[in-house]
């Protein structure tokens, strides 16, 4: 049975959004203005287009942050079919599969389950963009050297979730009717990490033909 929106990206799912703009912030007047082009029925490559006058690094917090939060509720939305026995690797078909690494636990590439995966890219995300010496929120406070670097591995490993839902679950999604969705919201990704040269090519390959 297809599913309208509400349904789709219901708060009651395991994945949520966990973060929010604050009210009279240049940031949420960012976002508010970026929504307002998306809901207009712009072309997305234009949507994606830095604002006269704005900061780049503002503009891609934004957009990081709202990916994030779009991006964990369509996993949301079929996370109960992406299970330990039915994705026992993170993969993207039979030729890519992707292993965690971070500063803590894992400091080796390690093999996870497509689960255990994407439970640590959320945490791990949640944790770097609620991060003030990262993402900060602060007026007059500037962003670090090293912030599109940290945004360019969040967008990396936030692909990789389109890469195993499109491969390995798209047909849970077309049978909820969230295809239409997924795809938008894909489209207005990857026209934003082309925008801003924010992931390389080479980890585009597994979805290289979805923009057409």
């Avoid at 078909?93 to 080796?108: A, H, P």
């Amino acid at each position: 049975m297809a599913l309208c929106l509400k349904q789709v990206f219901n708060k009651d799912k395991t994945f949520r959004p966990r973060k929010k703009f604050e009210p009279g912030t240049q940031r949420f007047e960012l976002y508010k203005k970026a929504q307002a082009s998306l809901k207009s029925g712009l072309d997305l490559k234009a949507v994606v287009q830095l604002p006269p006058g704005e900061s780049i690094n503002d503009w891609i917090a934004v957009h990081v942050v709202d990916f994030f939060n779009r991006i964990n509720l369509i996993y949301g939305t079929m996370s109960e079919y992406c299970t330990e026995r039915s994705c026992p690797i993170m993969s993207g078909g039979l030729k890519y599969e992707y292993r965690w690494q971070d500063d803590s636990k894992y400091k080796k590439p390690t093999k996870l389950s497509a689960p255990q995966y994407m439970c640590m890219l959320m945490d791990w995300i949640e944790m770097l963009i609620n991060n003030e010496d990262i993402f900060p929120t602060r007026i007059g406070v500037p962003f670090p050297r090293q912030f599109q670097q940290v945004c360019t591995k969040i967008l990396t490993r936030l692909f990789r979730v389109f890469v195993h839902v499109y491969i390995h679950h798209f047909d849970s999604i077309i049978n909820m009717g969230a295809e239409a969705h997924v795809n938008t919201c894909y489209k207005h990704f990857y026209y934003f990490i082309r925008e801003f040269s924010l992931i390389d090519h080479r980890e585009l390959e597994p979805l290289v033909r979805m923009p057409q």
